[in-house]
């Protein structure tokens, strides 16, 4: 019973990245302010935040999938520096989906 624990505690660290995304829709959605940092939606700082994790998960990895690894990336060009208008809740709402996508992905295809 005790190898258990350190078994879920990896299993399972893959659900803080949708966690991290769509409870920073939600929360955009319950309280519609910017946060301070960079003038960002909480539905953004949470898809950015996102982002950071799902590449940390990859990078822990023995096989390192170079998609994961970028995302961080492309959460910079598209919410950090825009280059035409600010994302809007429609971006956040394709962005989330396509992180878990892209984490059920890592989990099935890249395993530890």
Same mark, same amino acid.
């Given at each position: 019973m005790a190898e258990a624990a350190p078994l879920l505690s990896t299993w399972r660290r893959w659900i803080i990245v949708p966690a991290l995304a769509w409870g920073g829709i939600l929360l955009f959605l319950a309280f519609p302010v910017q946060t301070p940092v960079l003038?960002?939606? +909480? /539905?953004? +700082? /949470?898809?950015?935040?996102?982002?950071?994790? =799902?590449?940390? =998960?990859?990078? /822990?990895? $023995? $096989?390192r999938d170079i998609v994961s690894l970028c995302v961080p990336l492309f959460a910079l060009f598209i919410f950090i520096f825009p280059l035409e208008a600010r994302p809007g809740l429609?971006?956040?709402? =394709?962005?989330?989906a396509t992180l878990t996508a892209l984490v059920i992905r890592l989990e099935k295809y890249f395993p530890e």
């Open positions: 003038s960002l939606s +909480l /539905g953004d +700082l /949470g898809c950015v935040l996102a982002s950071v994790a =799902i590449a940390v =998960i990859a990078y /822990g990895r $023995k $096989k429609a971006m956040d709402l =394709i962005y989330a």
